[in-house]
């Protein structure tokens, strides 16, 4: 949803402004420090793989299950409006 252009990545701007797309309106400050904590290779880019990470469990269990739900995207109907 964040990355329009289909560029593998989304930038804190990019995040900030899909974020208050859905009435979530984060702070730039926030935005910043969300990209710098996850940014893996510090190129001030959230890959796919970035961004996965940060909602990740930490608990191997839990991220284990997680890896193995179907994910909301992939039923016919789906509807962002109905999850955002």
């Known amino acids: 949803m964040a ?3 289909g560029k593998s990545f989304v930038t804190g701007p990019e995040l900030q402004e ?16 969300f990209v710098r904590r996850y940014d893996k290779d510090a190129d001030g880019r959230l890959q796919f793989t970035d961004f996965c990470d940060a909602f990740m469990p930490l608990e191997r269990e839990l991220a284990h299950d997680l890896k193995l ?11 962002k409006q109905s999850y955002f």
């Open 3 to 5: 990355d329009r252009l």
């Open 18 to 33: 899909t974020l208050s797309q859905y009435g979530l309106f984060a702070h730039k400050q926030d935005v910043y420090l």
């Open 69 to 79: 739900r179907e994910g909301f995207h992939s039923r016919s109907g789906f509807c």
